[in-house]
């Protein structure tokens, strides 16, 4: 697939955004099968609640696990587009952000091949960037919190994002704990959204968001497990 059209030109290599790129109905039936998800599936954190689909990574190695054929179906959406090279996707982890819920600034660090897609579902959000110094761990840590943030990007519902290249060796993303984002100008992809907005503004996060992020474990262990 030719990624041109969808490249963000406004900040570090690489981002691309792909505005709809699973349908409403789609959209519905992931949120629907989510909904199913048993309680002790989820793994509660403070400020928000995650699944591993495919296995847990792990430096020693994941051991697999079958995706469930409903999440399969968009892990191969993904796969189809070739941004994993010679390597498919074989991890889903799911977060859900409830209104005010966000994350700290991290990068997803050496146990993923380097290359991130998200699909957003249920509600927007914006992602921050920031610049990572020396050799941090791609642990989150506290102490990246006060970073100054140097662009953003705004995630529709039904949106792919995919980061790659310096984005995701150099720099840190991030969500802030917050109601209701305001748009600026650090916010780079405005021209490839599906709806158009003005710098000024205001977004409330009035349900909450559900993403899709999938990527590829290249150290896995050889036998496979079946989850229901």
Same mark, same amino acid.
């Given at each position: 697939?030719?990624?041109?059209? @969808?490249?963000?030109?406004?900040?570090?290599?690489?981002?691309?955004?792909?505005?709809? @790129?699973?349908?409403? !109905?789609?959209?519905?039936?992931?949120?629907?099968?989510?909904?199913?998800?048993?309680?002790?599936?989820?793994?509660?954190?403070?400020?928000?609640?995650?699944?591993?689909?495919?296995?847990?990574?792990?430096?020693?190695? &994941?051991?697999?696990?079958?995706?469930? !054929?409903?999440?399969?179906?968009?892990?191969?959406?993904?796969?189809?587009?070739?941004?994993?090279?010679?390597?498919?996707?074989?991890?889903?982890?799911?977060?859900?952000?409830?209104?005010?819920?966000?994350?700290?600034?991290?990068?997803?660090?050496?146990?993923?091949?380097?290359?991130?897609?998200?699909?957003?579902?249920?509600?927007?959000?914006?992602?921050?960037?920031?610049?990572?110094?020396?050799?941090?761990?791609?642990?989150?840590?506290?102490?990246?919190?006060?970073?100054?943030?140097? @662009?953003?990007?705004?995630?529709?519902?039904?949106?792919?994002?995919?980061?790659? /290249?310096?984005?995701?060796?150099?720099?840190?993303?991030?969500?802030?704990?917050?109601?209701?984002?305001?748009?600026?100008?650090?916010?780079?992809?405005? /021209?490839?959204?599906?709806?158009?907005?003005?710098?000024?503004?205001?977004?409330?996060?009035?349900?909450?968001?559900?993403?899709?992020?999938?990527?590829?474990?290249?150290?896995?262990?050889? &036998?496979?497990?079946?989850?229901?």
């Amino acid at each position: 697939m030719d990624f041109t059209d @969808f490249e963000v030109r406004k900040c570090p290599p690489t981002v691309m955004y792909i505005p709809n @790129f699973i349908t409403s !109905e789609e959209e519905q039936r992931i949120l629907s099968q989510i909904e199913r998800t048993p309680k002790p599936r989820w793994t509660q954190l403070l400020n928000r609640r995650l699944v591993n689909y495919g296995g847990v990574p792990h430096p020693n190695g &994941m051991i697999a696990e079958e995706i469930p !054929e409903w999440l399969q179906s968009y892990v191969d959406k993904v796969n189809n587009l070739g941004i994993f090279e010679s390597q498919n996707a074989n991890h889903v982890l799911v977060n859900e952000y409830l209104p005010g819920q966000g994350i700290l600034p991290h990068t997803d660090g050496p146990l993923f091949y380097p290359i991130i897609s998200t699909i957003s579902c249920g509600a927007h959000t914006v992602l921050e960037f920031a610049k990572r110094e020396g050799n941090e761990e791609g642990d989150r840590n506290e102490d990246h919190a006060g970073r100054e943030v140097l @662009f953003k990007l705004l995630l529709e519902p039904r949106s792919l994002l995919i980061l790659k /290249d310096s984005l995701y060796t150099d720099y840190l993303h991030s969500i802030g704990e917050t109601n209701e984002d305001t748009l600026c100008d650090r916010i780079c992809n405005y /021209d490839l959204c599906e709806n158009t907005y003005k710098i000024g503004d205001h977004l409330r996060r009035r349900s909450p968001r559900i993403s899709l992020t999938i990527r590829n474990v290249p150290k896995t262990s050889k &036998m496979k497990l079946k989850f229901c």
